[in-house]
């Protein structure tokens, strides 16, 4: 029986690339996949990061994409420690800069970021219309910066693949203005409501949700959300015209890369069955964080973007209370620089209680997940999210609000819940500082019961978040769009 074959379009991949769960997800999901006999690829844009960690470069093709930009390489590599093959855009003049994947060193966003992931659309479609050795049934492409790519399938005359549309935040739509579309050679007629314009201006995942063949979103619940104005962020009634094609699936975690019993990132490793091993890492993550030694306070932690779609903005104007009432907090993360700038003001004014560590490091996300006490995500909306699953699998206690992915996957520490031993965190409805700190507060209370604290660790730690069930799913979701006219 021949291999399903899939082409997955992505803008990150771990180990490569990354800058947050996306990156994760198109690491470990494409592996899960692989894992079911599929036969997937990943394909990438050219960064300078990407080409200097991919192993067995060759030239595949070169080929003109746009009339006036330089001829593009497609490399083919492998995945680092892996056998995931990967197709990579060599394009200098488009990839190879200082700076992210999105934004140059300051934080702006690239100026031709509508050129740059139009061309990763565009080859994604080339691949889809079978211009290359590997020929996929499915071009799976994931937000945005994929997205013109099922819209260019669908005006095709060769259109052998069928397309998937992963959403993976609905905030983050690629809007740029009118002519993008002369720019990233799409005809002119295509500039119209149906499909690409979006209030004046042309929208990449607009365009993705109206021309692919099936959509979907990393959770249940966000794919509910939306469907209505509060979340669909101006695409709410596409989406509900769009429902019976649209799925949400729970993304997985990668247990190689995110499991206590083996994170070679850790002081100690740990399980269920030696969850006192936990109280080393917290030791050395105070230590290393220049934190008071304590065995009473329970250290709290976050791993995030700094913006107010996390929560931050509901964080900072409680936080001298929640240092007041005997807890410690330690925080990774970057993004809106007001936000970094108050909670470094915050963090000088309680040196041995709060640490804040601007950017992102790979070892220290690992180190506070497994010794924190506590981990926070009280973000407004949250499609997924990956670390409170990170931190049940490592019996840190999530604390959250109930949206999207987060009411999905973590249950309410209410008093029957714990009497039947279904609790793994902490719940809060509304969106507000007060409603948080009440939570808070309600955890920390909690803290102090050993017994009750380490049933809650137990639960959370022995839940299935593996990618196991999810992939299983996009492999009946690939097979219906095949079969599907």
């Given amino acids: ?47 300078s990061a990407v080409l200097e960690r991919l192993s067995l470069v060759e030239v595949h093709d070169s080929i003109n994409i746009y009339p006036l930009l330089e001829p593009i390489r497609l490399l083919v590599g492998i995945m680092p420690g892996e056998i995931t093959p990967v197709y990579v855009i060599d394009c200098p003049t488009l990839y190879q800069r200082d700076g992210g994947p999105y934004q140059d060193i300051t934080g702006k966003d690239w100026e031709d970021n509508a050129v740059r992931f139009g061309v990763l659309s565009k080859v994604a479609a080339l691949f889809g219309e079978h211009h290359f050795l590997f020929k996929p049934q499915i071009v799976h492409c994931n937000d945005w910066q994929t997205a013109i790519a099922p819209m260019w399938l669908a005006l095709s005359n060769r259109p052998y693949a069928k397309t998937i549309m992963s959403v993976h935040n609905m905030a983050y739509q690629g809007l740029f203005g009118p002519k993008t579309v002369e720019q990233i050679g799409l005809p002119p007629e295509s500039f119209n409501m149906f499909g690409l314009e979006f209030y004046g201006k042309v929208s990449f995942l607009k365009a993705g949700i109206y021309y692919a063949n099936q959509v979907t979103t990393v959770s249940p619940n966000y794919a509910k959300d939306i469907q209505t104005q509060a979340y669909g962020c101006g695409l709410d009634t596409l989406l509900k015209e769009r429902q019976k094609q649209l799925t949400g699936i729970i993304n997985g975690i990668d247990l190689e890369v995110w499991n206590p019993e083996k994170d070679t990132y850790l002081n100690r490793n740990y399980n269920t069955i030696n969850l006192s091993a936990k109280v080393r890492n917290t030791q050395v993550l105070r230590t290393q964080l220049n934190l008071e030694a304590s065995k009473k306070m329970p250290l709290i932690g976050m791993v995030t973007r700094l913006t107010e779609q996390k929560g931050i903005d509901l964080i900072i104007p409680i936080i001298p209370m929640l240092i007041k009432a005997g807890v410690q907090i330690a925080i990774l993360g970057s993004g809106d620089k007001t936000l970094e700038m108050h909670l470094q003001r915050l963090a000088a004014l309680y040196p041995k209680q709060m640490n804040v560590t601007i950017g992102y490091d790979e070892k220290l996300s690992h180190q506070i997940e497994a010794g924190a006490n506590i981990f926070l995500m009280p973000s407004k909306f949250e499609p997924c999210g990956l670390n409170q699953m990170y931190s049940m699998s490592y019996g840190t206690i999530p604390i959250v609000r109930h949206t999207g992915g987060l009411a999905d996957t973590v249950i309410d520490a209410t008093p ?42 137990i639960t959370g730690m022995t839940r299935d978040f593996s990618w196991q069930k999810s992939a299983k799913q996009y492999v009946s979701l690939y097979h219906h769009s095949i079969n599907t006219i």
């Fill in 1 to 47: 029986m021949n291999k399903l074959r899939v082409l997955f379009a992505t803008s990150e991949a771990y180990p490569l690339i990354k800058t947050g769960g996306l990156g994760d997800v198109c690491y470990s999901l494409p592996n899960a996949l692989r894992q079911l006999d599929v036969d997937v690829r990943l394909l990438l844009p050219g960064y």
């Fill in 416 to 457: 029957e819940n714990i009497k039947n031993e279904l609790a793994t965190g902490f719940v809060f409805e509304r969106a507000n500082s007060n409603e948080l700190l009440y939570c808070v507060q309600r955890a920390v209370k909690m803290f102090s019961n050993k017994p009750v604290w380490k049933q809650l660790q």
